[in-house]
């Protein structure tokens, strides 16, 4: 596998014990490149999130390997892969997870406080985000306030502050309607064609597939198909 930069070899994971014991994934190996939107999909219970959370070191593999932006996971201790998802790894979820009682610039601004406590300029980082993804009349609304869509650009623009080479997304779309389940396709496309980021997108959402150039089909844990997209 050449490709590390971001990577699973032979992974496997499992929860449980006996017999309640689940084998999410089995020996899974993929490779996800920059500049690249990556489509997981299965039904459920496939191993997608276990994948992806993976991806995100949130999890560690019961046997196998995880490369993040080239480092071997498994060599790290729990402090240096938390500040790895702090500085290389953006997270987007269904739920949106923001903060209802903050602004969506503040919301914004948050995440990029995490991620660079000393920035000087997270305000203007964050209204330049949002502004870029259509919600310059909106940075003072509240998450109540705002439309599913638009939350979901607020969480992406959270994600994407400080630049994180690397945008993980669970199930981004999945309470979203039509219109804008597309802009949020179109959004994270652009992050990896245009801004050369490492995009995997977690979905049973059949709108994925027009955006997506890598796509890995999972099936009880293992790799049923992986379908790469030639660039023109």
């Known amino acids: 596998m050449p490709n590390r930069l971001l990577a699973v070899e032979g992974a496997r994971l499992s929860f449980g014990k006996g017999n309640a014991r689940v084998r999410a994934l089995r020996g899974v190996s993929a490779a996800f490149e920059p500049g690249t939107l990556?489509?997981?999909?299965g039904p459920s219970g496939s191993g997608k999130t276990s994948l992806l959370s993976l991806l995100g070191c949130?999890?560690?593999?019961?046997?196998g390997k995880v490369f993040v932006e080239g480092v071997a996971v498994e060599r790290l201790n729990e402090e240096q892969k938390t500040e790895l998802r702090r500085k290389k790894i953006g997270f987007v979820f269904q739920t949106f997870r923001l903060l209802r009682s903050i602004s969506a610039i503040g919301n914004v601004a948050l995440g990029l406080e995490i991620r660079d406590p000393k920035r000087q300029d997270r305000m203007a980082t964050a209204r330049e985000l949002l502004v870029q993804f259509g919600l310059g009349d909106k940075l003072n609304h509240e998450p109540d306030g705002l439309s599913p869509g638009e939350k979901?650009?607020?969480a992406i623009a959270r994600a994407l502050a400080g630049n994180p080479p690397i945008l993980l997304a669970d199930e981004p779309t999945a309470c979203l309607d039509a219109s804008a389940g597309k802009q949020i396709c179109q959004i994270l496309r652009s992050q990896a064609e245009q801004q050369g980021k490492t995009v995997v997108v977690v979905s049973h959402d059949p709108r994925w597939q027009e955006f997506a150039s890598h796509t890995v089909v999972l099936s009880h844990g293992e790799i049923e198909h992986e379908h790469k997209v030639n660039s023109q």
Do not use: A, F, I, R
Not at 38 to 41: A, I, K, M, W, Y
Not at 58 to 63: E, R, V
């Open 38 to 41: 990556s489509l997981v999909t």
């Open 58 to 63: 949130l999890l560690s593999p019961d046997d």
């Open 152 to 154: 979901q650009k607020v």
